[in-house]
């Protein structure tokens, strides 16, 4: 057992290579985090800040170190180690005081406002995981947690294009929503559908069946969209230019659909 897990306030007032390697749920909190969770947050920093300078720091103290294996645990619970969860709501519970203690005097300093700062980012993507339900079945789904998972799922994607990998959500045993209240379930539906294509893509395991599925949840998705969604102008641009003039009755209209019979040109 860690240190940490034997004593009711842990202390870790010098965290070094020996602590994190103390045992080895520790070690592989720490590696998954800087092998799979740190480049999401390094994607446009060339020197890899979360990835180098952050577990540097944390090796020598509690904040960052707290919240690095936080949001690592609490990722493996949701994604291969479920066990996990304990560790992780453990050490988010001693980041969360770390950062309450924190006094005027210590903010003063610019290293330990970068660090505070670094932890809290990694403590918001914490809770969105932490707070996750199956948004089908989510009896809040207009609340703030709904909507950070949203955000959260789309940033996921966005991270996954760009690196060509897999989500770090798991979306295998979430249903698809078939209630849609507002405009925006829309978008937060096609938005799983999507995140499935992009597993599919990068996991590198495609059954006949694969493709056939995702092209029929696309489909019915499409299909079931009410006539608003559809475009109310659409004039050709001119001068040569590919794609028309397209004019939506909403902004999130015009995130979710694109010409689907476009006029052939004469």
């Known amino acids: 057992m860690p240190r940490a897990f ?31 969770i740190a480049p999401w947050y390094d994607l446009s920093d060339a020197s890899a800040t979360f990835a180098t300078k952050l577990p540097e720091a944390s090796l020598e103290l509690a904040l960052p170190f707290s919240a690095i294996l936080a949001l690592s645990a609490v990722h493996m619970s949701q994604t291969s180690t479920p066990s996990a969860r304990t560790a992780a709501e453990f050490y988010h519970g001693h980041c969360v005081r770390l950062l309450i203690d924190l006094t ?20 918001r993507s914490y809770e969105i995981l932490s707070a996750y339900r199956n948004p089908s079945t989510d009896h809040l789904g207009s609340s703030l947690r709904a909507a950070g998972f949203w955000n959260y799922l789309r940033e996921d994607i966005t991270f996954s294009l760009f690196r060509r990998c897999p989500l770090k959500i798991d979306l295998d045993q979430m249903s698809l929503p078939t209630q849609h209240d507002t405009d925006q379930d829309h978008l937060n539906t096609v938005s799983l559908i999507l995140g499935r294509i992009i597993n599919a893509c990068f996991s590198g395991i495609i059954t006949d069946e694969t493709w056939p599925s995702l092209l029929g949840m696309l489909q019915d998705w499409r299909s079931n969209l009410p006539p608003r969604f559809n ?15 397209t004019w939506m009755l909403r902004d999130c209209h015009g995130k979710l659909v694109f010409p689907s019979n476009p006029t052939p040109r004469s």
């Open 231 to 245: 475009p109310f102008s659409r004039a050709e641009r001119g001068l040569g230019l590919a794609l028309p003039s």
């Open 104 to 123: 005027a005097e210590d903010y003063v300093d610019e290293n330990t406002q970068g660090l505070a700062l670094a932890s809290v980012c990694l403590l």
């Open 6 to 36: 034997n004593q009711a306030e842990p202390q870790f007032h010098n965290k070094n290579q020996e602590d994190v390697a103390a045992t080895d749920s520790t070690t592989r909190y720490f590696h998954h985090y800087i092998k799979h």
